[in-house]
């Protein structure tokens, strides 16, 4: 899924607002998604090595701000599921994990 620059900003900027609607720290993200606390940042940031990361984090952070009994900020680019898309990894987002 290539995103424009404008899409890649709104993406950054929902992905952020999740984060922080969630209430969770950069280290209790990492540690339950097995990865570093910098590439979650990274992710944030949608420098990834994985198309399907931001995916990841997107439903980890959903699950985590719903328990809360609150909603999501819409995304407008990670909408849906991502089952709709042919070409990302289903298994690496079922498994939800950051780890390589």
């Known amino acids: 899924m290539s995103l424009t ?3 890649e900003q709104a993406t950054r900027k929902e992905l952020q607002a999740n984060f922080k609607l969630s209430g969770l720290t950069v280290d209790q993200v990492a540690a339950d ?4 606390p910098d ?3 990274a992710v944030l940031e949608l ?6 990361d931001p995916w990841i984090l997107r ?11 609150q909603q999501p ?5 990670l909408n849906g599921s991502p ?3 042919w070409f990302l990894n289903q298994g ?9």
């Open 73 to 77: 900020i819409p995304y407008s680019r």
């Open 39 to 41: 590439y979650v940042d």
């Open 92 to 100: 690496r987002i079922r498994r939800g994990s950051l780890a390589d």
């Open 59 to 69: 439903n980890y952070l959903n699950a985590a701000i719903q328990a809360q009994q």
């Open 47 to 52: 420098q990834v090595s994985r198309i399907e």
């Open 33 to 36: 998604l097995q990865t570093t």
């Open 5 to 7: 620059i404008s899409e």
């Open 83 to 85: 089952l709709r898309h």
